[in-house]
């Protein structure tokens, strides 16, 4: 079997896995809740590793590498802002999550978010839902798009089989099992993740001499690629190490991830979830700068015409012996495989248990409530596939939009809101639409390029609408109650 042959061999053997983890899965599925949380009874493991894994798509093991390619260790700032992003979600939402949603029987994030604040209306789940769909139906298509073309580069495939290949695999086993196959198979790519990001550029590093030999040469190189600083100064410095911190400021927003907390069997497992999470996202993202790093001294040629994100596949195939690198490559699958089902799920649960269950009324017994949740995926699966296919350009316009979007609508509220008394169902409403509103409008007028990146005034916007519309409406009903 030739190197091609053996890639595509532990390729099959991967799809098969997660379908099979989707089978097994199904057998445990029998209620609403099994089918959107699981029965609340993912483990310490299961829960850090499937919740990290579907909050990091191929943007990790493609965009971060090809970014420290490019800009060097000032690039590395990402890494610890995407570890903030993780430690305000471990420590300060997900012990609240579990609790109040335990509390309130609340499945889906608008579910709590409802069951927390109020919302007689349906004012705050209907927003929410739009801001999920709106956010998500495009992530998920783009997601499709970005598995065709792994499978396409991996495998050999063409773009269209690779997408179907792919996408049907995704609907299927999450269609069956549920959030349980979403967190079990998520659980299984996160480790073949880390596995990659920890083996691959420590291979690497040697192959380049050292981790003090890398940067001596970097600095023989270009003496800005060693720099922190990336020889900014002054506001541009400023504003360069604010923007690259603040993508934490996203992590609190992100239904697909904190769901993951609603499902943990017990607080003892949410405090173990704290330590294995936090060690997988610093291996994971410094793997992946250090992979960056080494490897501008060992493709030299990308930084000239070729594509630095295309790094990890390439070297991968160039170091390697195939059945190796068809582990490795299997890592960049399982970044994008582990998101879009995840975004899946939480899109569709969007559709049937807030809009169709409670705003509308319908299919709100238990076995109905599967029903509805497996057509969702079925019918959002398949349509993200059709505009997967056409590869329009359009979709990635909404990807803009959706980490900050998410972030800046509902981290606010959540942190505000389960960790005070203060907010009100008003307020968290106008936390949600301010921090979606002024992200698109920020992204749109260009100013994340020409001030600072969106999600930071619009998630800044947003807590203090929360604050302040809470505030106000507190002392409209304080004076109802006196009058």
């Known amino acids: 079997m030739g190197a091609d042959g053996s890639i595509a061999a532990v390729v099959a053997v991967y799809m098969v896995t997660l379908l099979g983890i989707g089978?097994?899965?199904?057998?445990?599925?029998?209620?609403?809740?099994?089918?959107?949380?699981?029965?609340?009874?993912?483990?310490?493991?299961?829960?850090?590793?499937?919740?990290?894994?579907?909050?990091?798509s191929g943007w990790v093991v493609l965009g971060a590498v090809g970014m420290v390619y490019v800009s060097g260790v000032s690039a590395l700032w990402f890494a610890p802002g995407c570890l903030m992003g993780y430690?305000?979600?471990?420590?300060?939402?997900?012990?609240?999550?579990?609790?109040?949603?335990v509390r309130t029987g609340a499945l889906t994030l608008p579910d709590l978010l409802v069951r927390r604040f109020g919302d007689r209306a349906h004012l705050l789940?209907?927003?929410?839902?739009?801001?999920?769909?709106?956010?998500?139906?495009?992530?998920?298509?783009?997601?499709?798009?970005?598995?065709?073309?792994?499978?396409?580069?991996?495998?050999?495939?063409?773009?269209?089989?690779?997408?179907?290949?792919?996408?049907?695999?995704?609907?299927?086993?999450?269609?069956?099992?549920?959030?349980?196959?979403?967190?079990?198979?998520?659980?299984f790519q996160g480790m073949v993740m880390v596995f990659a990001l920890v083996v691959m550029p420590g291979i690497a590093l040697l192959r380049a001499g050292g981790y003090g030999m890398t940067l001596e040469r970097l600095a023989a190189l270009d003496p800005q690629l060693v720099l922190v600083t990336g020889?900014?100064?002054?506001?541009?410095?400023?504003?360069?190490?604010?923007?690259?911190?603040?993508?934490?400021?996203?992590?609190?927003?992100?239904?697909?991830?904190?769901?993951r907390y609603?499902?943990?069997?017990?607080?003892?497992?949410i405090r173990q979830t704290q330590v294995i999470a936090m060690v997988w996202g610093a291996l994971v993202f410094?793997?992946?700068?250090?992979?960056?790093?080494?490897?501008?001294?060992?493709?030299?040629?990308?930084a000239s015409g070729g594509d630095p994100e295309q790094l990890f596949p390439l070297l991968s195939r160039q170091m390697l012996h195939p059945l190796v690198a068809g582990v490795m490559l299997a890592a960049i699958l399982s970044a994008i495989m582990s998101t879009v089902s995840s975004q899946l799920l939480v899109a569709a649960s969007a559709i049937s248990r807030d809009l169709l269950e409670e705003?509308?009324?319908?299919?709100?017994?238990?076995?109905?409530?599967?029903?509805?949740?497996?057509?969702?995926?079925?019918?959002?699966?398949?349509?993200?596939?059709?505009?997967?296919?056409?590869?329009?350009?359009?979709?990635f316009w909404f990807v803009l939009f959706a980490w900050s979007?998410?972030?800046?609508?509902?981290?606010?509220?959540?942190?505000?809101?389960?960790?005070?008394?203060?907010?009100?169902?008003?307020?968290?409403?106008?936390?949600?639409?301010?921090?979606?509103?002024?992200?698109i409008v920020w992204k749109s007028a260009g100013w994340s390029d020409a001030i600072i990146y969106e999600l930071i005034p619009a998630f800044a916007l947003s807590t203090v609408a929360t604050l302040l519309v809470s505030a106000l409406t507190r002392r409209a009903n304080a004076t109802e109650r006196v009058l």
Do not use: C
């Open 87 to 101: 430690a305000a979600n471990l420590y300060l939402l997900a012990p609240q999550l579990r609790r109040e949603g």
């Open 23 to 56: 089978w097994a899965a199904s057998r445990l599925t029998r209620s609403s809740e099994d089918y959107y949380l699981a029965g609340r009874s993912l483990g310490s493991w299961v829960t850090a590793v499937s919740s990290t894994a579907s909050s990091e």
């Open 125 to 187: 789940r209907v927003a929410s839902v739009v801001v999920i769909f709106l956010s998500l139906g495009g992530y998920v298509a783009a997601q499709m798009t970005a598995t065709g073309k792994a499978m396409q580069a991996i495998v050999g495939l063409s773009y269209q089989q690779g997408i179907w290949i792919g996408g049907v695999i995704i609907i299927v086993y999450t269609l069956m099992g549920g959030f349980r196959a979403v967190s079990w198979t998520d659980f």
């Open 359 to 395: 705003v509308f009324g319908v299919a709100r017994s238990g076995k109905a409530s599967v029903v509805a949740g497996r057509l969702s995926v079925l019918v959002l699966g398949l349509a993200a596939i059709a505009v997967a296919l056409q590869d329009v350009r359009v979709v």
């Open 231 to 259: 020889g900014r100064s002054g506001f541009a410095l400023l504003g360069f190490v604010v923007g690259m911190v603040g993508i934490g400021l996203g992590y609190p927003g992100q239904p697909h991830v904190l769901t």
């Open 405 to 439: 979007g998410m972030g800046a609508a509902f981290g606010p509220p959540l942190l505000l809101g389960l960790r005070t008394g203060w907010v009100t169902r008003w307020g968290a409403l106008a936390g949600v639409i301010t921090g979606f509103v002024v992200t």
């Open 262 to 269: 609603m499902a943990a069997a017990s607080d003892e497992k």
């Open 286 to 302: 410094y793997g992946a700068g250090f992979l960056g790093l080494a490897g501008r001294l060992l493709m030299p040629e990308l």
